[in-house]
T-cell receptor, first 114, second 117 residues
Framework: KNQVEQSPQSLIILEGKNCTLQ??????????LRWYKQDTGRGPVSLTI?????NTKSNGRYTATLDADTKQSSLHITASQLSDSASYIC?????????????FGRGTQLTVWP | EADIYQTPRYLVIGTGKKITLECSQT?????MYWYQQDPGMELHLIHY???????EKGDLSSESTVSRIRTEHFPLTLESARPSHTSQYLC????????????????FGPGTRLTVL
């Protein structure tokens, strides 16, 4: 069964600190993996995308890594800001259909305190 | 910033009422999607469309229906709302692979928070 598991479920850090969020997946055949940021009451917004051949991708203070062999990804946030408080969702796409089916994790709820 | 809009943003309605959630996008995307999301849970695909006059049911069974008469518009209708329909509904769209873009990059609207009393 194609699944995406994220950890931790929730995380609280102080402003200025770094953190790393984890994503494990069993989706096959694999097409790409995205990290989305979802603010409360809003729709998800894409942060990074990585295909099979990419093992790291940065977007400002966000750096995502991918190990396609172990089917693991991480999202590292550097020098956190209050505006980073949100849910971070790992989304994996398969190559098995013309739709490009997306499999969503439940997200990690990050809270940044001043 | 994606140009995809949903109305209303919040809706509180009584059981048995008919409702329509609106979704519009101005990006010319051919594919559109409806997702249902409960707090702390993953998004579940309930409907999708490849283009005009094309609609399909998603992974999660839903009593809602959709239509795609125009490319930019993908409304979702509940004929008789029930408390079990209380949830957040997210609309998304994607294109069929333009140069420089991944085909399945989906752009999400802000969502409609539906509460059925």
């Amino acid at each position: 069964k194609n699944q995406v598991e994220q950890s931790p479920q929730s995380l609280i850090i102080l402003e200025g600190k770094n953190c790393t969020l984890q994503c494990n997946y069993t989706v096959s055949p694999f097409s790409n993996l995205r990290w989305y940021k979802q603010d409360t009451g809003r729709g998800p917004v894409s942060l990074t995308i990585m295909t099979f051949s990419e093992n790291t991708k940065s977007n400002g203070r966000y750096t995502a890594t991918l190990d396609a062999d172990t089917k693991q990804s991480s999202l590292h946030i550097t020098a956190s800001q209050l505006s980073d408080s949100a849910s971070y969702i790992c989304v994996v796409s398969d190559r098995g259909s013309t739709l490009g089916r997306l499999y969503f994790g439940r997200g990690t709820q990050l809270t940044v305190w001043p | 910033e994606a140009d995809i809009y949903q109305t209303p943003r919040y809706l509180v309605i009584g059981t048995g009422k008919k409702i329509t959630l609106e979704c519009s996008q101005t990006m010319g995307h051919d594919k559109m999607y409806w997702y249902q999301q409960d707090p702390g849970m993953e998004l579940h695909l309930i409907h999708y469309s490849y283009g005009v006059n094309s609609t399909e049911k998603g992974d999660l069974s839903s009593e809602s229906t959709v239509s795609r008469i125009r490319t930019e518009h993908f409304p979702l209708t509940l004929e008789s709302a029930r408390p079990s329909h209380t949830s957040q509904y997210l609309c998304a769209s994607s294109d069929s692979g333009r140069p420089g873009r991944s085909e399945d990059e989906q752009f999400f609207g802000p969502g409609t928070r539906l509460t059925v009393l």
